[in-house]
């Protein structure tokens, strides 16, 4: 019953984490100071003692740009995309914990000197909000953290503390928030949201449709982080979601469809041409990905200005413009005319995963992962920035995610 209530509160399984619940009840035992019998009662209609519980329970460990390839894909893809589109970036931290992550996007917004942004923390806990409010911070917090970061952005406020200088407490705010409850207090749209290691025990169910209702406070265009750990979304939840899946810089991230103005008392526009595939000249410009990334499209001009584009940019740019049929019909092209590509292979798996055919797309994983075979791992495969063990990670990713 304990273990229900725990769940039905904060959405943790107990189930999965059986041995941490026994070391939870014990502490809690030796805190309250009350014998087990009574302790369980007591937790059956004590909702704050239920609260402390959780809180054992849900390890709140946190740090400062936890997750390097996380923070590079934030830094050189998903800030300075949103930088370029947007007069001003609002992001949110769900499940903040003690605030480092919600003043890390805060710094790596500050860094990029791109427009004015604020930032959103909310977690279950009220005392973690309070330390993120504190702002104030051990060295363990900095294990991950640039030198340099800690020298802009924090103050010495006494021997192994270091606070967070105003100029970026000031673009952060923390609020209290359960994310199981039916009804969020938080109001209006995101660019960015950062949910990580949040929804690791949840249940599977729990979290498609978390995923879902964050999905659904993006803006067009605006992306999702999860943790590496943390259940990926399932091929229906992207689709109803609408996410696409994206791999920037070595992480994993999900864009919703893409910037698309949208002016409800005009008349909508006409849809898009559709660009003719035709097969393409045999000395044809072939597309350079200086990294293999489907979002980077901004940096790849040169198919783009050619008269014929590849069918792979088309596959690409309609992906990026979360037009899926287009793209799924010129990407199948492309494997076609390109049956030796093993990029092709896995642009395809993408939206296929994205249109929700997991079957289709564990198979184009398997030719894509057929043609990496003996190749050695930092040999180049399409341009600069892209090896052969970077297109691995790729497969061997979206292979997680649809759980091949
Ligand atoms: C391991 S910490 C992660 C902190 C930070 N996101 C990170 O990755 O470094 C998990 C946090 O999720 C919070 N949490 C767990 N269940 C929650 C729920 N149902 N609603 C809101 N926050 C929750 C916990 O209180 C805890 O602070």
Same mark, same amino acid.
């Given at each position: 019953v304990i273990c229900q209530r725990v769940e039905a509160r904060s959405g943790l399984r107990v189930a999965a984490i059986a041995r941490s619940l026994e070391v939870a009840l014990e502490t809690l035992m030796r805190d309250v100071g009350v014998e087990r019998g009574a302790l369980e009662e007591r937790l059956l209609t004590d909702d704050a003692l239920l609260e402390r519980l959780t809180l054992l329970l849900t390890i709140p460990e946190t740090h400062f740009f936890r997750v390097k390839p996380q923070m590079k894909a934030l830094a050189n893809v998903v800030l300075p995309t949103l930088a370029r589109d947007r007069a001003s970036i609002r992001v949110w931290s769900a499940g903040c914990s003690t605030g480092e992550e919600a003043y890390t996007l805060a710094m790596l917004a500050l860094e990029g000197q791109g427009p004015a942004v604020s930032v959103l923390g909310t977690d279950l806990h009220p005392g973690s909000l309070e330390v993120a409010r504190a702002a104030r911070y051990g060295a363990w917090s900095f294990r991950d953290t640039p030198p340099h970061v800690r020298q802009m952005y924090f103050d010495a406020v006494a021997s192994a503390r270091w606070q967070v200088k105003p100029e970026v407490r000031d673009l952060v705010k923390f609020a209290a928030l359960n994310l199981l409850e039916a009804h969020w207090t938080v109001d209006g749209t995101f660019d960015l949201i950062v949910c990580r290691?949040?929804?690791?025990? %949840?249940?599977?169910?729990?979290?498609?449709? &978390?995923?879902?209702?964050?999905?659904?406070?993006?803006?067009?265009?605006?992306?999702?982080?999860?943790?590496?750990?943390?259940?990926?979304?399932?091929?229906?939840?992207?689709?109803?979601?609408? #996410?696409?899946?994206? %791999?920037? $810089?070595?992480?994993?991230?999900?864009?919703?469809?893409?910037?698309?103005?949208?002016?409800?008392?005009?008349?909508?526009?006409?849809?898009?041409?559709?660009?003719? #595939?035709?097969?393409?000249?045999?000395?044809?410009?072939?597309?350079?990905?200086?990294? %293999?990334?489907?979002?980077? #499209?901004?940096?790849?001009?040169?198919?783009?200005?050619?008269?014929?584009?590849? $069918?792979?940019?088309?596959? #690409?740019?309609?992906?990026?413009? $979360?037009?899926?049929?287009?793209?799924?019909?010129?990407?199948?092209?492309?494997?076609? &005319?390109?049956?030796?590509?093993? %990029?092709?292979?896995?642009?395809?798996?993408?939206?296929?995963?994205?249109?929700?055919?997991?079957?289709?797309?564990?198979?184009?994983?398997?030719?894509?992962?057929?043609?990496?075979?003996?190749?050695?791992?930092?040999?180049?495969?399409?341009?600069?920035?892209?090896?052969?063990? $970077?297109?691995?990670?790729?497969?061997?990713?979206?292979?997680?995610?649809?759980?091949?």
């Open positions: 290691n949040v929804m690791i025990y %949840f249940s599977n169910d729990n979290a498609q449709r &978390l995923i879902a209702r964050l999905a659904a406070r993006l803006r067009p265009g605006g992306w999702l982080l999860l943790g590496p750990s943390d259940p990926p979304p399932l091929p229906a939840t992207l689709q109803r979601a609408g #996410l696409v899946v994206r %791999f920037e $810089d070595g992480a994993i991230l999900y864009r919703r469809a893409a910037l698309r103005a949208v002016t409800p008392d005009r008349a909508p526009a006409p849809p898009p041409a559709v660009p003719k #595939l035709e097969p393409r000249a045999p000395n044809a410009p072939t597309l350079e990905l200086p990294v %293999f990334i489907v979002g980077a #499209l901004d940096t790849v001009a040169p198919a783009a200005q050619t008269d014929a584009p590849s $069918d792979l940019h088309v596959g #690409l740019s309609a992906l990026e413009g $979360d037009d899926l049929p287009l793209a799924l019909a010129a990407l199948r092209r492309a494997a076609y &005319l390109e049956p030796t590509s093993a %990029f092709v292979q896995f642009a395809l798996a993408q939206a296929l995963v994205s249109s929700g055919q997991s079957a289709r797309a564990r198979s184009a994983l398997r030719a894509a992962a057929r043609l990496l075979e003996g190749l050695s791992d930092d040999a180049a495969l399409s341009g600069q920035g892209m090896t052969v063990a $970077d297109l691995r990670r790729g497969v061997q990713a979206l292979n997680v995610m649809l759980g091949a």
